[in-house]
């Protein structure tokens, strides 16, 4: 349970940083495609549902949807009912502010930042979510707390080849 605790900490450490990182301007056609995953169009919609829109959040955003591709290819389903409480829990956790980060990322698509934070905590629940048990269900869980740092550079390390293999295969293609 500690190291679930840890894994969870670390996803919204990440997350964090992500999100002070993207309190900047931004203007970008949303319906533009960013890349294709199995077939699948990611545009960056897609990508604004989650971070502002940087060539570095698009990579992050497409190694997150290669595990998640993973996760569903091994039957990893998240059920209706997970998803409603799962966002109840991230509304719980994340509140509504108006922050500087949904208020740009609103004014991005022309909504107001209510609106936007709805969109932002439904699929952040549910992503990270698939993104979490698809990580355990690859990589298990580190053996002890002692364990957790090493473990969590080689998922890391493990995400990036992931990415890398994924384009090199033509499961991924940049747009």
Not at 10 to 34: G, K, N, R, V, W
Not at 112 to 139: C, L, P, S
């Amino acid at each position: 349970m500690v190291i679930l605790k840890t894994i969870r900490n670390a996803f919204l450490c990440l997350f964090m940083i992500i999100f002070l990182a993207s309190c900047t301007e931004q203007q970008a056609d949303l319906h533009q495609i960013a890349a294709i995953v199995e077939g699948r169009e990611i545009t960056l919609y897609d990508v604004w549902t989650q971070y502002k829109i940087t060539d570095e959040n698009i990579e992050i955003y497409l190694k997150e949807e290669t595990v998640i591709t993973e996760a569903k290819e091994n039957d990893i389903r998240i059920t209706d009912e997970e998803k409603t409480k799962l966002i109840e829990q991230m509304k719980w956790f994340f509140p509504f502010e108006e922050s500087e980060f949904f208020i740009r990322q609103a004014e991005a698509a022309g909504i107001a930042a209510e609106d936007y934070y709805e969109i932002w905590i439904t699929n952040y629940a549910v992503r990270k979510e698939h993104i979490q048990r698809g990580i355990k269900e690859m990589f298990g869980e580190p053996a002890s707390i002692h364990e957790a740092d090493a473990w969590g550079k080689m998922i890391e390390d493990e995400i990036n080849e992931l990415y890398d293999s994924y384009i090199r295969e033509g499961k991924l293609i940049l747009k």
